[in-house]
C-alpha cells in the first residue's frame, strides 16, 4: 500500500510485508504538555523547523534516563509542523536494516514534505552490525543521503553501543590528545554521525509536580492534595519522572472519577 502523505502525517514499517503503514490514530501530546526540558525542546523544534524550511538541519538523537520526555518531544514536533509539510515514519531498531527500501519508497513522495524517520530506544549490543545501514542514511557513502529526510533518535545510551572498560584502558593520551582504542573508535563513530545531541536527566520533584498540575489542570482539585497522591505514587514506582507523571494521572483521574 503506497500512503497517500496528503492524508496521513504518520507511517510505520512493517517487515513481514515491506511496506510502510499509515498510522491513524497519533498520540496527541503537544510542545506545551512537555515541561522541564525547555532547552531540549527549543533547540529540537529549531532544527526541525530549519529542516522544513530547507535550511541547513541535523539528524538528532535524544538520549537519557528513560521517561524523561525522549520520545514525546519527537511525537510533538510532527503534531505540532505537520500543517508545514513534516511527516514521520516509525522504524524499530531491527528494522533498520530496510533503511535502503524505505528511502527509495520516499523519493517518489511529493517534494512540498520533508520526513522524519523515528527510531525509538536505539542501542546496540556487542557483536551486533545491524546499525551499518545507519551510516548510509547518517553521512551518505556512494551515494549521497537524501535532503528531504532526517532521523531522529532516542536511546537511553549516549552512544548506542556498550562500552567496555577495558576499552576505555586502551585509550591514551598522545601528545597530549586522546586517541581511542580502535574498537571504541567505532562506537563513538555512530552517535558522531548525529549533528544534535540532546541529553535528558531524570526530573527533580519540583519538575514531576508541574508535569502533574500541566495534566490536572482543567480540574478543581487541592494542589496539597494532588502533589501528596503524585509523591506517593511515585515513591511506590520509584520513579518520579514525566512518564510516571502520566501513569499517575491515568490512575487518578479514574478514582476521582468514582
Not at 535532503?147 to 577495558?166: F, G, I
Not at 576505555?168 to 586522546?178: F, H
Request: hydrophobic share 35%; net charge negative; glycine share 6%.
Amino acid at each position: 500500500m503506497r500512503v497517500d502523505w496528503h492524508q496521513y502525517y504518520a507511517a510505520v514499517w512493517r517487515s513481514h510485508s515491506q511496506k510502510l503503514k499509515p498510522v491513524e490514530r497519533l498520540d496527541p501530546v503537544r510542545l506545551s504538555e512537555l515541561k522541564g526540558i525547555e532547552k531540549q525542546k527549543q533547540a529540537l523544534l529549531d532544527n526541525t523547523q530549519h529542516f522544513i524550511q530547507g535550511k541547513t538541519s541535523n539528524h538528532a538523537i535524544l538520549w537519557g534516563a528513560r521517561g524523561t520526555g525522549k520520545s514525546s518531544l519527537i511525537k510533538a514536533m510532527l503534531n505540532e509542523m505537520a500543517s508545514d509539510g513534516l511527516r514521520m515514519l516509525q522504524v524499530d531498531k531491527d528494522q533498520v536494516g530496510h533503511l535502503p527500501e524505505i528511502l527509495d519508497s520516499l523519493e517518489e513522495a511529493d517534494d512540498q514534505f520533508r520526513f522524519v524517520i523515528f527510531c525509538d530506544d536505539l542501542s546496540f549490543e556487542e557483536g551486533e552490525s545491524t546499525y551499518k545501514p545507519l551510516k548510509s542514511l547518517l553521512e551518505g557513502g556512494l551515494e549521497l543521503p537524501p535532503d528531504h529526510v532526517r532521523l531522529y533518535a532516542t536511546s537511553n545510551r549516549r552512544h548506542l553501543l556498550p562500552e567496555k572498560q577495558s576499552e576505555n584502558q586502551l585509550s591514551g593520551l598522545v601528545d597530549g590528545e586522546v586517541h581511542y582504542a580502535d574498537s571504541l573508535e567505532d562506537k563513538l563513530a555512530l552517535s558522531d554521525r548525529f549533528g544534535l545531541n540532546l541529553s535528558f536527566y531524570p526530573a527533580n520533584w519540583e519538575n514531576y509536580f508541574a508535569i502533574v498540575e500541566s495534566l490536572f489542570v482543567e480540574l478543581d482539585i487541592d494542589k496539597q492534595q494532588l502533589h501528596e497522591a503524585a509523591r506517593l505514587y511515585a515513591m511506590g514506582r520509584g520513579s518520579h519522572s514525566g512518564r510516571t507523571a502520566k501513569q499517575f494521572y491515568q490512575y487518578y483521574r479514574a478514582r476521582i472519577s468514582g
